[in-house]
Structures are given as structure tokens and as C-alpha cells.
């Protein structure tokens, strides 16, 4: 197998995150050969820079890309990371018109919080759906009218295209590129090795409800509340966690309430049929092994919940996944075969 080439752009001023965990991610990622038995990576990374100088990332790390871009040889994906330092103007120029030049023949492109600033002056983003950090949906909107942006997912592939919030969501993001190409099983085994918690789909928000909960709370509740995300199968009742929180039943409830705007019943069953979506992807359990798995009482009372919270039941939303990734794997082979032709011609 040769592997796949993943060019990631280096840059004065970059979010070092933004380069080491999509990195990590491809470079972790393997297959086994039949005829020996034996490991073969599936993407060789390269870091590609304005000119081959060293950078310095924001957090002040240095990085010494490998090759000048004007040097890069064929690649199958590029990533362009963010990092205050795309707002150069020598290397925003430099930049775009390289990728503008050089984007007919990259499979796919992909940018990491503020790095869609760079392809967006192309010109190659016009009327698609894109994402980018929160902090600068606005700003992109207002600069590149042209441009659909989606204020608060993590990730958006339109085309060739694929536009993310940056930082850990650039690992989500990866992840997706390589279950794309490899299937979900290497995915998984790339998040495992990673010790991510869970592999996140693109359409899931930044702010997540976990974390909004953390923020409005500054008491013991808040560490509760990371807790319930590790032990949704267990007894997630008022009068258990208000014994985890060493507070009476009818106290918890009503600071539960007072600071998080809603009840605590409510908000196990989110945080349930939210993980119960995520593993509905994978088709190696059945529906009601799902719904047991993380904290429902019975199969029956996992649809009902599921059919109340999002309007249709798990079986629905499982077909829905399942077409979406096999029109995706669909998609990909097309490409990668015109693609090739290309190369070819």
C-alpha cells in the first residue's frame, strides 16, 4: 500500500495544536499487510512552509517545515492550520495564491479554525457551507459574504472542502478523513490509541452541553457532571447523585436546578441519547443493546425517549447514518478515481 501524502502548512505565529494533534492522528494511523502480517502506515505527513525557515507557534514552540511549498510534491490532502500569523499579509498572499494554483490537482483541502481566511481569498469556498472557530464565524462572514458559515459546528465537508473549528476538533476532523479512506475500524483504533473519550461527528456543536454546564457552575456539581458522562449506565437517579454530592435529595435538585436551568432527569437523558446517537453509527450492536449500554432501563423505553427528544426513532436515525457514510465512501471513490485519471491525463 503507498501511502497517502498529508501536506500541513507551517507558518510564523501558527496554533501548534492545530499542526500536532491532526498530525498525530494520520501518523497513528495503520493496516495490517496480508502477505506478512506486518504494519503499514497510511499517510506520510509533511510540513510544508513559505520558505523552509524555522516558525514560531503562538505558544512558542518551534517548528522547522520540511519542505518549501513552492517544493511540495504531489499530495492527496492539504491542511491549512490557523494561528494569528495567517493574518500576515506577505504570507496570506503567498498563500492563497499557491493554493489557488495548486488546489485542481489536491484531493481534499481542509482548513483548522482562522486557516480558512487563507483559502476563503481564493475564491474556492464561494456559496459552499463552511466552519470555523466561533470566535471568528462573524468575522469570516462579514469579510467573505459569499460564503455559507456554519457559526457553531465542529466540522463541514462541502466538496473537496472541509472546514473546521480548529484545535481538538482538528483531531475530529482528522479522524472523520481517515474513516473516510479506511473505514471506521482504523478511526477508532487511531481515537483508542489517542485516549480521546469519544470520536465526535462534524455536525455536533463547539460548545458542547457538557461543558456549558462546567462553565455556569463553580461548584462541587460541576466535577458531577464530568462524572455522569463516564457512568451513563449506572444508577443516575436524583437520590444517587445527590449522595455523590453529599447533599440531600430535595437540596441537590433544587441546585441542580438553580444553576444548570434544568432538572437533573432531563439532563442525564440528553447526555444519554446524545452518546446512544454516537453509537448508533456503528452497526456491531442492536438497538436495544444500544439504548441498555447507556443507562435505559429496556429497549422500549430507550425509543420511546429517543422518539420524544429528536422525532423519530433509533432505527430511523441508524439508516440515516449508515446511508450517509456509504454515499460518503461512495463520493470519496469516485474522487479518488478521477482523481487518479487526472494525474494520469
Known amino acids: 500500500m503507498i501511502p497517502k501524502t498529508i501536506g500541513m502548512i507551517v507558518f510564523e505565529q501558527m496554533t501548534a495544536a492545530d499542526l500536532s494533534g491532526p498530525a498525530d492522528a494520520f501518523s497513528r494511523a495503520t493496516t495490517i499487510q496480508s502477505a506478512n502480517g506486518g504494519e503499514s502506515g497510511c499517510y506520510r505527513v509533511l510540513t510544508l512552509g513559505v520558505d523552509t525557515g524555522p516558525c514560531a507557534t503562538e505558544c512558542g514552540i518551534i517548528i522547522k517545515p520540511q519542505l518549501a511549498i513552492e517544493d511540495a510534491p504531489p499530495l492527496d490532502t492539504l491542511i491549512v492550520p490557523g494561528g494569528s500569523g495567517i493574518h500576515n499579509a506577505r504570507l496570506s498572499k ?39 472557530h466561533y470566535r471568528f464565524s462573524k468575522d469570516v462572514a462579514l469579510k467573505f459574504p459569499s460564503l455559507r458559515v456554519n457559526p457553531n459546528c465542529l466540522f463541514v465537508n462541502d466538496g473537496p472542502f472541509y472546514t473546521s473549528a480548529g484545535a481538538m476538533a482538528g483531531i475530529d476532523l482528522s479522524l472523520s478523513l481517515i ?75 433544587r441546585r441542580f436546578k438553580m444553576e444548570f436551568g434544568t432538572t437533573c432527569a432531563d439532563f442525564v437523558e440528553k447526555l444519554r441519547l446524545e452518546e446512544a446517537c454516537r453509537r448508533l453509527s456503528s452497526l456491531d450492536n442492536s438497538v436495544d443493546d444500544v439504548g441498555i449500554s447507556v443507562g435505559f432501563k429496556s429497549g422500549d423505553a430507550f425509543r420511546r425517549a429517543f422518539r420524544r427528544r429528536l422525532g423519530f426513532t433509533p432505527n430511523h436515525y441508524r439508516s440515516r447514518v449508515v446511508a450517509n457514510a456509504d454515499n460518503t465512501h461512495a463520493t470519496t471513490q469516485r474522487r479518488q478515481k478521477l482523481h487518479g485519471l487526472s494525474k494520469v491525463a
Do not use: M
Open 179 to 253: 474513516e473516510e479512506d479506511y473505514g471506521p475500524r482504523i478511526a477508532l483504533a487511531v481515537a483508542r490509541e489517542l485516549v480521546i473519550y469519544a470520536k465526535r461527528l462534524g455536525h455536533q456543536e463547539q460548545y458542547s452541553d457538557i461543558l456549558q454546564f462546567q462553565t455556569k457552575s463553580i461548584s462541587r456539581l460541576s466535577e458531577l457532571t464530568s462524572w455522569i458522562v463516564s457512568h451513563l449506565n449506572e444508577d443516575l437517579s436524583v437520590e444517587a447523585l445527590a449522595t455523590k454530592a453529599c447533599l440531600c435529595p430535595r437540596h441537590f435538585s
Open 94 to 132: 503567498k498563500l492563497s495564491k499557491w493554493l489557488g494554483r495548486r488546489a485542481p490537482g489536491i484531493r481534499r483541502l481542509a482548513t483548522l479554525g482562522s486557516g480558512i481566511y487563507a483559502l476563503a481569498a481564493t475564491g474556492l469556498l464561494d456559496r459552499r457551507e463552511v466552519a470555523t
